[in-house]
């Protein structure tokens, strides 16, 4: 019997989870990262040429950072849930390829499909949409969002809330693949 080292099934889950999730992690704290260390101080005297290569370079990043984030969010929805979801036939017993009929057969990891993966399936949603308002706020404005307090404070919050719901995301992701790999 030929075994393959990686099926496609879980060539996907790690593109998803490691290489767009992962990206998508990294790109939004550059991003934040980003916007607390380029700001303009009120009153103080900036060269107009850094700040709006700052601003495009902030700008990048954080567009950058939407579009991972968009692309984890639809691999994830539209390629690696539905395996997910797939029902076993008739009197398997074996649910190892079966992830959501795996965790629900046991009590102790029911939580996983009831609560991790339920999260899974809504809140990446909500983050790429606060990280795409961003984008659209730093390409807009540009330097705008480097001197007005007010507005790098509200990009920072959206971005910072936008990391929180990826990071979490991923960690019940870890757990859900842990314990129910898509094989």
Excluded at 44 to 63: E, F, N, P
Excluded at 164 to 182: E, R, W
């Amino acid at each position: 019997m030929d075994t393959l080292l990686f099926s496609e099934r879980s060539i996907w889950t790690m593109l998803h989870g490691i290489v767009l999730g992962g990206g998508a992690l990294v790109t939004l704290f550059a991003a934040l990262f980003s916007l607390v260390a380029m700001r303009v101080p009120a009153g103080a005297a900036a060269d107009a040429g850094a700040v709006d290569r700052q601003a495009r370079y902030l700008a990048g990043l954080t567009v950058a950072a939407a579009v991972v984030l968009w692309l984890a969010v639809i691999v994830g929805t539209y390629v690696s849930f539905p395996p997910y979801r797939a029902a076993p036939p008739e009197g398997t017993a074996d649910l190892s390829a079966y992830p959501r009929s795996l965790l629900l057969s046991s009590p102790g990891t029911e939580w996983l499909h009831g609560f991790a993966m339920e999260i899974k399936e809504h809140v990446p949603w909500i983050a790429a949409m606060l990280a795409t308002a961003v984008a659209f706020v730093a390409a807009r404005y540009r330097s705008a969002v480097l001197r007005d307090a007010r507005l790098r404070r509200m990009a920072a919050a959206l971005l910072g809330v936008s990391l929180a719901l990826v990071a979490g995301a991923a960690l019940l992701g870890t757990f859900i693949n842990k314990v129910a790999p898509l094989e």
